[in-house]
């Protein structure tokens, strides 16, 4: 974490800031909150941990959430095993047509993901007819303790194993610290290009599925802006954006941070404009500070 120490600061400064404004902020239910919060964020930033690690960026996990939640909560109301199995097969399909397309056509992949992000919000509305759908009541338990916990760390175990213990995880930290050095070596750049944006589409469906369950309710709409502070959570864990450096470990605590830096805005009665303000400093001044910070040690 030692790349991550000036975010750090950026974290204590503001906790300090967040304890003198409110006294509810240490309360049970906060503490509650912030860490369901942070624990679909760690999903989502697992998943995109791989996608980083080779170089790459994915923008579109807010809106795979988004989708993969209402498709779930839509089939749910038939069959929920059915539904939970579509919703993260329609990550696991995104992901992959955002694989090819990089791969095959060649183009960046933000532009890539920002498209795509575009694309599955209008298909969201108009799946959906611009209305929300409530989750089947036995499924809501997913989005709470301790089921909750049980899937994060379920993730966050084949995540590691998927990064520090198999063929696939060492190619992708190999391939992103070097890709022309992984190329020489053999390695199939191209088809793990395909497999990072599958892994983090799955992962953004579980996600999203578990957000759904714990609001109790799916809306066709995503934010952006989700996709930026889960790509900043990766950021400040000491993942470098240039590839080749993540830990999923790291990566949770940079959830976590996230989480408590947005709670502690809404807690401390800052109104949604300033909100705004707020966390896009924070997000880019951050990811400076880790880049600086990565310089310094190289």
Do not use: W
Request: net charge positive; hydrophobic share 55%.
């Amino acid at each position: 974490m030692r790349k991550s120490f000036p975010c750090l600061v950026f974290v204590i400064v503001y906790m300090i800031f967040a304890l003198l404004q409110s006294d509810k902020f240490l309360t049970m239910a906060n503490m509650k909150t912030i860490v369901q919060q942070s624990s679909v964020m760690a999903i989502v930033a697992v998943g995109l941990l791989f996608v980083i690690v080779l170089g790459e960026v994915d923008l579109s996990v807010s809106s795979i959430m988004g989708l993969a939640g209402f498709i779930c909560a839509d089939l749910a109301r038939e069959n929920v095993l059915l539904a939970v199995v579509a919703g993260i097969l329609t990550g696991t399909v995104v992901g992959l047509l955002n694989g090819i397309i990089c791969t095959c056509l060649k183009i960046p992949s933000m532009i890539v993901t920002v498209g795509m992000h575009m694309v599955l919000v209008g298909f969201m509305r108009i799946y959906s007819e611009s209305r929300s759908i409530h989750f089947n009541q036995g499924m809501k338990s997913f989005g709470k303790f301790p089921r909750l916990f049980l899937i994060l760390a379920a993730v966050l175990a084949i995540g590691h194993l998927l990064l520090k213990h198999s063929l696939f995880g060492r190619c992708c930290i190999a391939a992103g610290g070097d890709r022309k050095l992984g190329q020489l070596n053999r390695i199939p750049v191209r088809r793990l290009h395909m497999l990072v944006f599958v892994v983090s589409g799955t992962f953004a469906a579980i996600a999203g599925i578990i957000k759904g369950c714990r609001i109790g309710f799916a809306i066709p709409t995503a934010d952006l802006e989700y996709s930026f502070e889960c790509i900043t959570a990766v950021a400040i864990s000491g993942a470098s954006l240039a590839g080749g450096v993540g830990s999923v470990f790291n990566t949770m605590l940079g959830a976590l941070i996230i989480s408590m830096l947005s709670n502690g805005l809404v807690v401390s009665g800052v109104t949604p404009e300033l909100r705004k303000v707020c966390t896009g400093l924070f997000l880019v001044l951050s990811v400076y500070f880790c880049i600086q910070k990565e310089k310094a040690f190289r």
